[in-house]
């Protein structure tokens, strides 16, 4: 069952008196259990991508289904319990995930405040990101590090359906970079939480089992078992992924070879 | 987590709860100070009453006094204890005049005693040293008898005097200004001397009705005077004051008890002074909250706006519309009820200290009920700004929250047109209304003007600032350096920029307003104060004959330099009359621009008229010689002579006799006063007597010929003088007619008929009262002038000799005055009294501008001065405290700069420049405002609770006081603005670049 379906979604936003496009026709569809490394250059709109999964925008055009509902059929209400209920996000700065005033434990308090409160779960979590032991210790007080597994652990907290995570390694070494990712894996493996996380680290997408990167908005490429493959687009659009740009340059021609299985794309020489 | 919170922002925390406290405590101010004001403009009232408006005199003559004056003064704990008394009238065997048989409680101690001692059993009295009474002798009075046997013989009492008083003064408060005996201690013709004795004389005698010869239970009457105690009694006791009046007024009609009292006109005039301190006070109240929840709008905002990424977070994880809501507005409801308590305590020690301060000593402070209900009420506007803000912040969308660059949403326009639209129309309704008189609510809209106008114009200013700082970026872009581009780029982009100018330029251009309108109107007061008083001291003294207060004034003042004599008539018009060349050397109030350029002197000596030779007249009998026609057939004629005798302000008339028919001589006694000083002849007349039946009217022509005055036993033959006949002016040959109609009378010319006059206003050829209130004549105008000393109305300065010799004698509403260049008139005052004058007050221009500023409107203004500029000095601390967390926000951005090669000093001169330009954009925006507001509003927002015909006054702004106040603004933000700089340029290190931009 998927957790996550895109249907030609499309994001535009204003800014400065000018509309920018910042997803165009992305269809994704994600399965209950998977985890997938969100790809891409900045800029690229994964971030948005992101935003638009947890329900805190609304597509421009196409249609977004999260835990099989329909985004655009849901009232406010209605979105922020479903959002309270099944869906977990870590944001890209580990401090803006917290109240830097609040402990580590009532950091994950207030995250699930909005459902049933799990005081086990919460000592759990706070066990399995190596903050058990944080006591009353303001989050604003912790290293960056300690910040962004508790990050994580808070964004578990409502053992949500949907966990969305944008960069949650950024600022952890190696080690605690593993066990963020271990614990996203584990929280898959366990509980069938879908994880979404943007990464520009190979460590985590290699760590993931799906990787689909966005390029100029659109879904470009994705990756399943280490190996990656290049998305038709909806009009029959593909991206030439950059690693092949010496070859077929943007801007250069290419003739189609009709294959068995495929097409085959070769530079004409002008 | 809510403690947490506020401890974690507990500066901006701290700043909300001082900014929330500040409007909570505007308000209850308001009412606290308000009331202290009612308190003392209510005891101003009682003070300035006459004797019988601070009271009653309750008179039964059913017995009961005391229960019954408890039931009258029920519930009233601002009345001082009745003081009782009883008193019956009779005559007296031999004795024509009435005696008074009092009893006072406390009367011995409010007489002098001159011999003998008070009484202290029944039947004792203690009489008048005019009486002509001695101790021990026995008095019988008709009415008061006792019985001599059983069968009911009785005869008068005998009432045994047993100490003689003399009479104390006639203004003591005990007496309830009745007259029981002569102040002078001359005796009277009709009423003698009261008798003063015990209540038991009540007990062993008893009174019979006069005609009926029966026994009288009732013959004494009791009675109780009964006084506001100013101490006790304050703004809240006014409606039982009124009610104690209506149940006084009403007595007479339901009871036999009469109430005495002349409360019901010092009620009036106290409600229509505390009727005009409401509205302006209301108002400025109003305009204070006003500014007070600005900043409590833009400060409340920056607290939610603060906890926007915790407002986000709770969103992101789902929490619902109301639980965010709840979360978002939990610590600025905190902040804000702990305020309340707080604003109302700031609210009552600062009110305390200003009726300290500003008011008379003694005048209690209590919280009324409204101060509370206007504390919450001011509180409230925090609560709104709260709650908006938090809508806000709740629903806008929650991604904007984590974007680098937020979008900026544009401001709108409908709250500045709504502003902008009623302050045009404030203004059009001030400007078309021109003075406003009336100061009771229905011109409340234009008064607040001043309060719109600020804002108003501050909002403009806040829209220009950026325009023209955009415009001056694209200097600095190309030359100028980094600080000046960074700065104005900053200032041109900045929300915090138009936050600050409105707050700056509204609450400065309030302040600016209040301490112009202070200055001018400190001004105004001055200098109708200075005119109002004539000089600079205004003694009073008791009324003597008009020549006897000039001599005193001479003798006491021979230089001639410090003192002058005047006599005030009420008219209208009003008369001053005053010694010209005195007047002039005392500087008595006089402005030339307002007199066509005429100086006081030259003024003066165009008033003196012709010096001709009075007709003195010293001895025991006068004669006139006169010729006359012979009377009709059954009418008699008598003849007068009317005289003014030393020692009394009326004219004194003897009597000549009846003319006779035959021409001749005609003699009468002089009063005793002319025997011991001159008396002055100041006119004949003649009366008709008509028979029972007669056809024409008389019409008898008299001429005087003659005058002579015996003096010792010897006659001496006075020069004629010259004659006018008033109700002839052309007549001037000593003759003049006496008839029913139109009857004449001849007066010797020893004035100008048309006195020589200053006029002020419209006085044209209306009559004017003379010291005789007699509205005789004109007066011939010499001098006009837009105001004159010591005329509030219009009226006329003239000479006090010619007004002498034009009035037959000095009426009882002439007040008399001796004006003085000097503050300190002890001396002059210890003169005065050593040639026979007595004292009776003295008052100072100052004291009288000090009593226009205890007026309504004027208490109103120094409310608004005193919390204007607090609210100015708060919006300024706001202010740099907003630019202080506006460029924290960007010390990412700055060290960045620093990074990138910047200099310090370039940063520094950018944050600098930044903040000058913000508040001094502000400060000098509510400058333009406030002397907008003060051009606008000056002299036609009332100044007094009766605004005064007379100076025009000058509603000149002074200039330092406004000076200093923009001066020291500019100068405290400049070093605050220096002070912040140095702390953020501090904390700019390039490690911050490490963390994520905030």
Redesign the interface.
């Known amino acids: 069952m998927s957790v996550v379906r895109c249907d030609g979604i499309v994001q535009i936003y204003?800014?400065q008196d000018v509309e920018v496009v910042a997803l165009r026709d992305v269809d994704l569809v994600i399965d209950e259990g998977e985890t997938v490394a969100l790809l891409g250059p900045s800029g690229a709109g994964k971030s948005t991508l992101l935003?638009l999964l947890?329900g805190?925008?609304r597509p421009s055009a196409g249609r977004l289904w999260l835990d099989g509902a329909d985004v655009s059929r849901l009232n406010?209400?209605r979105l922020?319990?479903?959002?309270?209920?099944h869906?977990g996000?870590v944001?890209?700065?580990p401090?803006?995930?917290?109240?830097?005033?609040?402990s580590a434990a009532?950091n994950v308090a207030?995250?699930q405040?909005?459902?049933k409160r799990d005081r086990p779960r919460a000592r759990d979590l706070l066990h399995q990101v190596g903050l058990s032991d944080a006591g009353d210790r303001p989050a604003g007080r912790m290293s960056g590090g300690e910040q962004q597994r508790l990050a994580v652990a808070v964004a578990l907290a409502?053992a949500p359906k949907l966990l969305l995570a944008d960069e949650p390694t950024s600022q952890l070494d190696e080690e605690s970079g593993t066990r963020v990712v271990e614990l996203i894996k584990r929280a898959a493996a366990d509980s069938g939480t879908t994880a979404v996380v943007v990464t520009h680290d190979t460590a985590v997408s290699e760590a993931l089992s799906r990787t689909v990167t966005i390029r100029d908005g659109r879904v470009g490429a994705e990756g399943r078992s280490g190996e990656d493959f290049v998305v038709v687009g909806r009009e029959g659009a593909v991206q030439v992924p950059p690693e092949y740009h010496h070859l077929l340059p943007p801007g250069s021609m290419a003739r189609i070879e009709e294959l068995e299985d495929g097409i085959a794309l070769r530079r004409a020489e002008p | 987590m809510i403690l947490r919170g506020l401890w974690e922002r507990r500066t901006l925390s701290l700043v909300v709860l001082l900014i929330a406290i500040v409007p909570i405590a505007s308000a209850a101010v308001g009412p606290i100070y308000s009331a202290a004001a009612r308190t003392t403009i209510a005891r101003d009232a009682v003070e300035a009453a006459p004797l019988e408006g601070r009271g009653w005199r309750y008179t039964t003559t059913e017995g009961a006094i005391e229960a019954k004056v408890a039931e009258f003064t029920a519930g009233a704990d601002f009345t001082s204890r009745p003081i009782l008394g009883m008193e019956t009238t009779s005559g007296r065997p031999g004795d024509r005049r009435a005696y008074s048989l009092v009893w006072q409680d406390g009367q011995c101690e409010h007489l002098t005693l001159a011999e003998g001692r008070c009484p202290a059993a029944a039947k004792e009295v203690l009489a008048s040293q005019a009486s002509g009474f001695e101790v021990g002798e026995r008095i019988g009075l008709s009415s008061i008898v006792e019985f001599v046997s059983a069968e009911g013989q009785r005869r008068p009492a005998k009432l045994e005097v047993v100490g003689i008083y003399r009479p104390g003064p006639a203004d003591d408060p005990f007496w309830f200004g009745r007259t029981l005996f002569s102040p002078t201690g001359e005796p009277g013709e009709n009423k003698a001397d009261a008798l003063f004795t015990v209540p038991q004389t009540r007990l062993e005698t008893y009174t019979i009705s006069v005609g009926s010869g029966l026994r009288d239970q009732s013959g004494w009457t009791d009675y109780a005077i009964v006084y506001i105690d100013l101490e006790r009694f304050d703004e809240r006791d006014v409606e039982k004051l009124a009610a104690m009046q209506a149940a006084a007024e009403s007595a007479g009609r339901n009871t036999n008890a009469i109430v005495y009292s002349r409360v019901a006109d010092m009620l009036k005039a106290m409600t229509a002074n505390t009727g005009s301190l409401g509205v302006p006070t209301l108002l400025v109240i109003a305009q204070l909250v006003g500014l007070g929840w600005m900043l409590l709008f833009q400060t409340v905002g920056d607290l939610v706006r603060a906890r926007g990424a915790e407002i986000a977070l709770a969103r992101l994880r789902g929490h619902g519309r109301v639980r965010v809501q709840v979360f978002a507005l939990a610590e600025p409801l905190l902040l804000l009820a702990a305020a309340v308590p707080l604003g109302l305590l700031v609210g009552r020690a600062a009110a305390g200290a200003m009726i300290g301060a500003l008011l008379p000593a003694g005048v209690p402070v209590f919280f009324p009920p409204d101060a509370a209900l206007a504390g919450v009420a001011a509180m409230l506007g925090g609560v709104l700004a709260a709650a908006l803000a938090a809508w806000r912040t709740a629903t806008r969308p929650v991604t904007e929250e984590w974007r680098r660059t937020p979008r900026r949403t544009a401001r709108g326009w409908v709250l500045d047109a709504v502003v902008l639209a009623v302050t045009a129309l404030g203004l059009v309704e001030l400007l078309a209304t021109g003075v406003l008189t009336d100061v009771s609510g229905r011109s409340s809209g234009a008064m607040a003007v001043p309060g719109l106008v600020a804002l108003g114009v501050a909002l403009l200013a806040s829209r220009a600032v950026p325009v023209l700082t955009t415009r001056l970026f694209g200097v600095t872009r190309r030359r100028g350096g980094l600080g000046p581009f960074l700065a104005l780029r900053q200032v041109a982009r900045g929300p915090v920029t138009a936050g600050s100018v409105i707050v700056l330029g509204a609450a400065f251009g309030l302040a600016t307003f209040a301490v112009s309108a202070w200055s001018a109107t400190t001004g105004d007061y001055a200098e109708a104060a200075r005119f109002h008083n004539g000089a600079a001291t205004a003694i009073t003294v008791r009324p003597v004959e008009p020549n006897r207060l000039v001599a005193a004034v001479n003798a006491a003042d021979p230089g001639g330099r410090t003192a002058a004599p005047v006599i005030k008539m009420p008219g209208p018009p009003q008369l001053i009359a005053s010694d010209p060349a005195r007047l002039a050397a005392v500087g008595a109030a006089w402005r030339a621009d307002l007199a066509g350029g005429t100086s006081l002197a030259k003024a003066a000596a165009a008033l003196p008229g012709p010096a001709s030779p009075r007709v003195w007249v010293r001895g025991d009998r006068f004669r006139a010689v006169v010729t006359h026609d012979k009377p009709p057939k059954g009418w008699t004629i008598k003849l007068f002579a009317t005289l003014r005798v030393p020692g009394q302000l009326r004219p004194g008339h003897i009597p000549l006799g009846e003319l006779t028919g035959r021409s001749g001589t005609h003699e009468w006694n002089l009063p005793p006063g002319c025997e011991r000083s001159d008396c002055e002849l100041r006119a004949f007349t003649g009366e008709p007597i008509p028979p029972p039946q007669f056809a024409a009217s008389a019409y008898v022509r008299v001429a005087v010929t003659g005058l002579a005055v015996r003096d010792q036993g010897r006659w001496r033959t006075l020069d004629l003088p010259q004659w006018r006949v008033d109700e002839d002016p052309g007549k001037r040959d000593g003759a003049f007619a006496i008839t029913m109609v139109g009857n004449q009378t001849l007066r010797p010319v020893t004035y100008d008929p048309e006195m020589a006059a200053v006029t002020v206003g419209p006085v044209g050829r209306k009559v004017v009262p003379g010291l005789d209130n007699a509205f005789a004549d004109p007066v011939r105008g010499v001098v006009t002038s837009a105001a004159a000393p010591g005329l509030t109305d219009v009226g006329v300065l003239v000479d006090l000799e010619q007004a002498d010799r034009h009035a037959y004698g000095v009426h009882e509403k002439a007040e008399f005055q001796v004006w003085s260049s000097l503050s300190d008139t002890a001396a002059l005052e210890r003169a005065l009294e050593r040639q026979g004058l007595t004292v009776v007050s003295r008052r100072t221009a100052a004291d009288l501008a000090a009593s226009f500023a205890g007026q309504g409107p004027g208490l109103a203004l120094l409310l608004l001065l005193v919390s204007a500029l607090a609210a100015a000095a708060l919006a300024l601390g706001r202010t740099v405290l907003a630019l202080y967390t506006a460029a924290r926000r960007r010390a990412y951005e700055l060290a960045a700069l620093e990074a990138s090669g910047a200099r310090v000093a370039a940063l520094r001169t950018a944050l600098l420049l930044e903040q000058v330009i913000t508040v001094a954009a502000g400060t000098l925006a509510g400058l333009l405002a406030g002397l907008v507001a003060a051009g606008a509003a000056l002299g036609r927002i009332p100044q007094f609770a009766a605004p005064p015909i007379t100076p025009p006054l000058p509603h000149e702004v002074a200039v330092a006081p406004v000076a200093l106040v923009v001066g020291a603004a500019l100068l405290v933000s400049l070093l605050a603005a220096v002070v912040v700089s140095e702390l953020l340029l501090r904390g700019i290190r390039v490690e911050r670049l490490r963390d994520a931009p905030a």
């Open positions: 204003k800014a935003w947890a805190l925008l406010q209400r922020d319990r479903l959002r309270a209920a869906i996000m944001l890209q700065n401090a803006r995930n917290l109240i830097g005033y609040l009532q207030f995250a405040r909005a459902v409502n």
